[in-house]
T-cell receptor, first 116, second 110 residues
Framework: DTGVSQDPRHKITKRGQNVTFRCDPI?????LYWYRQTLGQGPEFLTY????????KSRLLSDRFSAERPKGSFSTLEIQRTEQGDSAMYLC??????????????FGQGTRLTVV | TQLLEQSPQFLSIQEGENLTVYCNSS?????LQWYRQEPGEGPVLLVT?????EVKKLKRLTFQFGDARKDSSLHITAAQPGDTGLYLC??????????FGTGTSLTVIP
């Protein structure tokens, strides 16, 4: 397993268009997270899944954002009617939730979205 | 209000100098992770600290977890240009989402 994989690495889209990003987590990781990051800032939480269930969504996630993890493996993040303010790096991470012991999140390389 | 506050936010030093980055919270964490992120890339996990008072060393990097598990520090000895990047602390709270610190942008000047 080569780690968390995100596709595409870069996306340029016109304002108003829809975009979809994909994340393939580390095999057997039961938790998957989506974050958004702007330049020089720490990642901001968007949502996370445990297996196929979406357990929490940030208030940052407007109605234009939707995420799915249909079979508890890969996940998609869709942004509808993109706005210039959506331009950011979108990061996916996965982890294995343990009953006891530490939990570590591993990140993909991110998808850089530019809305023009 | 940020759950994890990092200081300083920006740091620019000469090669060979030492530095310390701090990560503070009012909440207790079961563990804390430190990541380094380079421009255009995702954060890369450096270390996880679990036990209060724990100290871990990774070559020239020393990580410490506070006794009360509310804070952590990262000390770099003899910084090199390759250490340049955004340093992030993060941790899970009660099994929920990972919270990230505000980040420390480090520049090491040759």
């Amino acid at each position: 397993d080569t780690g968390v994989s995100q596709d595409p690495r870069h996306k340029i889209t016109k304002r108003g268009q829809n975009v979809t990003f994909r994340c393939d987590p580390i095999s057997e990781h039961n938790r998957l997270y989506w974050y958004r990051q702007t330049l020089g800032q720490g990642p901001e939480f968007l949502t996370y899944f445990q297996n196929e269930a979406q357990l929490e969504k940030s208030r940052l996630l407007s109605d234009r954002f939707s995420a799915e993890r249909p079979k508890g493996s890969f996940s998609t993040l869709e942004i509808q009617r993109t706005e210039q303010g959506d331009s950011a790096m979108y990061l996916c991470a996965s982890s294995f939730l343990r009953v006891r012991g530490n939990t570590e999140a591993f990140f993909g390389q991110g998808t850089r979205l530019t809305v023009v | 209000t940020q759950l994890l506050e990092q200081s300083p936010q920006f740091l620019s030093i000469q090669e060979g100098e030492n530095l310390t980055v701090y990560c503070n919270s009012s909440s207790v964490f079961s563990s804390l992770q430190w990541y380094r992120q380079e421009p255009g890339e995702g954060p890369v996990l450096l270390v996880t600290v679990v036990t209060g008072g724990e100290v871990k060393k990774l070559k020239r990097l020393t990580f410490q977890f506070g006794d009360a598990r509310k804070d952590s520090s990262l000390h770099i000895t003899a910084a090199q240009p390759g250490d340049t990047g955004l340093y992030l602390c993060a941790g899970p709270l009660t099994g929920n989402q990972f919270y990230f610190g505000t980040g420390t942008s480090l520049t090491v000047i040759p």
